[in-house]
């Protein structure tokens, strides 16, 4: 056993925290709250067209860019940083404490899955088209597989339909929770739909490439979280009306749809947590700032009651928390997704648990201003809150994890 | 002991629960997605002047004034309902069911307070100038204690002034989230502040009637609570520079700011958590029907998992909170807040945190849905969350409770 870091991560992590430390913390808390307060399109939620991307943030990115701080989560060395994903967790980790820091480095969700998916499975067509702009950060995209009509935790429920006529594939439905979709730089959506409801039950479906602007694809509204719209890119309902595509629109062919998703969601959600856990050492750390500097009763707030506790609490439980996601990357890497898929789902419902905990101390111990959008800690908490819905609420994580332990005894 | 309700108590819940039947449900969540979804104000949160209030609401509470469904919180039986806080109970949480239906009762926060201040307090001419008008929901107030600079959990930390200079008080200083200061009838701030830094130290501050429009007093912005700005009333932060008004803007006279203070927070507390726990029988009707009516993996929602025992915990949750709540109630009916101080704020502390957990549950029970605002539970959450800061933070209160459990001992 080793927990030390490798000499490639490191170096990786020592250049990425130099350039955030330069380039990124001097100016990320105002974009934020420029992002957050008087957010010209909170007056019209209905749809995307006046959501921008800052000028200031695109620089970021160019600069990034340059000094080969980009794709970080690509394992491969060409096209990426050529990391693990043991390695690319203290990455992933401090691009997480803040909420659009991953995406000065390429390295957002959901486009990082969308550009796996394209990766191990798109066409040689498919790659040029709709990866190489991917990975250039020139475009962005949209994963829509979940709808209002049907509870989408049961992913066979999936209502809408890509029927293969011809040599045409025709899209029709209505999906919702598209991440990414307000950004004006999000040209391509990957959309899953029923082709076959004859065939086995996880060969029903297929993934389709469906660029935004193709006739019978309407954003119908933009979806708060928690009062919060995540500008720029939000989260749509989508509705698709017989949206026809060639034939090769569709990834790896019909009927290929749940074998992608699977292969999608395992590295996705792993650094999900690692983002998360960046978030709450971050809420740990303006909570300690905080409570340090304020006085009440004659003494600094860490120094009444229980706080003391609780923020050693706190530490305890993201030292835990971030080895058992080290352990689900290290298996990942030595055991692909197969050896993995307990740990996934263990992580999965442990680190929003364990992080909304943290980012609600934090909140708590700012008074009231934890609460306003003066901290980042109110936006912070509804992202963990998300994530024990988004990609799979934690009951059907829990049920995996149960439905393994249980196996132990012959059990299914 | 008799847990029976009285008959007048009955005879206003059943008057008031036909007029929301007939009257509130079929228009107030329209109401109130109009409120939160596309809000002009949204995008320019730096001052109120654009929140308006519907004129859809103000004929409710024309309606409800005309069949004396009014002011049912003041136990005066001219002026008011002549309630119990006991008899009262019932009816606030019938109202705290959705966010707000108070106020088409004039029974909203934080004017109920601030009318029992100057009911209790007030001089025969403050009388007729505010109350009377607050009474007939002519205007709204807020109430000006918590300042930015400083932790005003312990309030003998506020730094605001009201300096006496000879016929006059003069008001310097800055405070937020004072409640209701959005709404563009909002006419009066009651203002808190230090008068006389050497009077023994809860004899030291002073509570000054402000008419809103006194040059000096300015709105400065609107703040957001988890990303919501509660419109049309609000949170706001305000600045007061050289306020001068006649000394008679005292409320009974200069340093009796603590002594008001203590007996405005009493019935109030107990009113929030009444309507707390409405809103969260509300969240579970609204659990159990999702539940019920949608289905996955073969079955309706609550016959997966542990949901059919999170119903019960939440059933179970709820019973012993309203116990609790009403038997503070009963305490403040027959011993005054003296003999109710641990009670209330041991409900301070239950409430939010039972309330939290059910409305969690309701959200996710509703998958993505529930964290958007097609449904009311993101803004009922952030309710419940906001009471474990707002009148003073948890860890005050548990304070306070400890304070008399260990008295048993006589240790303070
Ligand atoms: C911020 C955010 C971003 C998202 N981004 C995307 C995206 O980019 N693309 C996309 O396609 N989707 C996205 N989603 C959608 C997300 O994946 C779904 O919300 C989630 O899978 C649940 O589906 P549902 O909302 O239909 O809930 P439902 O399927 O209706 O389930 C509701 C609830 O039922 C209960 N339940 C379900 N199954 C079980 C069980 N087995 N045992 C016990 N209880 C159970 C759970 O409490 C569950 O939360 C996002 C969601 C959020 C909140
Ligand atoms: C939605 C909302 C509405 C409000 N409405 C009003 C209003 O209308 N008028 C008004 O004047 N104010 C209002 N408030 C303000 C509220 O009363 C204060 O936020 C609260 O009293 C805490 O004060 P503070 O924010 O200055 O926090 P601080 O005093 O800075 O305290 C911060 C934290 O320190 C910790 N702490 C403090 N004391 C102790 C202790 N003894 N032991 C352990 N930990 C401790 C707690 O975690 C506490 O939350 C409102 C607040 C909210 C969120």
């Known amino acids: 056993m080793d927990?030390?870091?490798?000499?490639?991560?490191?170096?990786?992590?020592?250049?990425?925290?130099?350039?955030?430390?330069?380039?990124?913390?001097?100016?990320?808390?105002?974009?934020?709250?420029?992002?957050?307060?008087?957010f010209a399109a909170r007056g019209d939620s209905s749809g995307a067209a006046t959501w921008s991307v800052p000028d200031e943030f695109r620089e970021l990115q160019r600069k990034a860019r340059a000094q080969g701080l980009w794709n970080l989560f690509l394992p491969d060395s060409e096209l990426g940083a050529g990391l693990s994903n043991v390695e690319y967790a203290p990455l992933a980790?401090?691009?997480?404490?803040?909420?659009?820091?991953?995406?000065?480095?390429?390295?957002d969700a959901p486009d990082t899955g969308n550009m796996e998916v394209l990766y191990h499975y798109g066409s040689p067509e498919q790659k040029e088209r709709w990866l190489r702009p991917l990975l250039d950060g020139e475009i962005r995209s949209a994963f829509c597989?979940?709808?209002?009509?049907?509870a989408s935790s049961d992913a066979t429920n999936m209502a809408a339909t890509a029927v293969v006529e011809g040599d045409e594939v025709v899209l029709n439905g209505s999906k919702w929770w598209s991440t990414g979709i307000g950004s004006p730089d999000c040209k391509i959506l990957i959309?899953?739909?029923?082709?076959?409801?004859?065939?086995?039950?996880?060969?029903?479906?297929s993934m389709v490439l469906v660029p935004?602007?193709?006739?019978?694809?309407?954003?119908?509204?933009?979806?708060?979280?928690?009062?919060?719209?995540?500008?720029?890119?939000?989260?749509?309902?989508?509705s698709f009306t017989d949206v026809r595509l060639p034939l090769d629109a569709i990834i790896a062919g019909p009927g290929r749809g749940f074998e992608i998703a699977q292969g999608r969601l395992g590295p996705g959600r792993v650094h999900h947590c690692m983002r998360l856990i960046g978030l709450a050492e971050h809420a740990l750390e303006l909570a300690c700032r905080r409570g340090l500097d304020r006085v009440a009763f004659g003494k600094p707030l860490v120094n009444l009651g229980g706080n003391?506790?609780?923020?050693?609490?706190?530490?305890?439980?993201?030292?835990?928390?971030?080895?058992?996601?080290?352990?689900?990357?290290?298996?990942l890497d030595t055991q692909g997704l197969s050896g993995a898929r307990s740990a996934v789902s263990e992580i999965k419902v442990a680190?929003?648990?364990?992080?909304?905990?943290?980012?609600?101390?934090?909140?708590?111990?700012?008074?009231?201003?934890?609460?306003?959008?003066?901290?980042?800690?109110?936006?912070?908490?509804?992202?963990?809150?998300?994530?024990?819905?988004?990609?799979?609420?934690?009951?059907?994580?829990?049920?995996?994890?149960?439905?393994?332990?249980?196996?132990?005894?012959?059990?299914?």
């Open 93 to 107: 980790e401090e691009m997480g404490r803040s909420p659009f820091r991953s995406s000065i480095f390429n390295c």
């Open 3 to 38: 927990f030390g870091q490798s000499e490639r991560s490191r170096e990786y992590l020592e250049r990425l925290r130099s350039f955030v430390a330069t380039e990124v913390v001097p100016v990320e808390e105002r974009l934020r709250r420029e992002r957050v307060a008087p």
């Open 191 to 205: 959309f899953m739909g029923l082709t076959d409801p004859h065939a086995p039950k996880h060969q029903q479906h």
């Open 308 to 331: 003391r506790e609780r923020i050693a609490d706190a530490r305890i439980a993201i030292n835990q928390l971030r080895l058992l996601v080290l352990n689900t990357a290290w298996l």
């Open 145 to 150: 597989m979940t709808e209002p009509g049907v």
């Open 351 to 412: 680190t929003p648990r364990v992080v909304q905990q943290v980012i609600d101390f934090a909140i708590q111990i700012h008074g009231g201003a934890g609460l306003s959008d003066d901290f980042p800690l109110a936006g912070a908490w509804t992202a963990a809150r998300a994530l024990r819905l988004a990609d799979g609420p934690d009951e059907v994580h829990q049920g995996l994890v149960a439905r393994f332990e249980l196996g132990k005894y012959n059990n299914p």
């Open 212 to 238: 935004i602007d193709t006739p019978g694809v309407k954003v119908e509204r933009m979806l708060s979280a928690m009062g919060f719209y995540d500008e720029p890119g939000g989260h749509g309902e989508v």
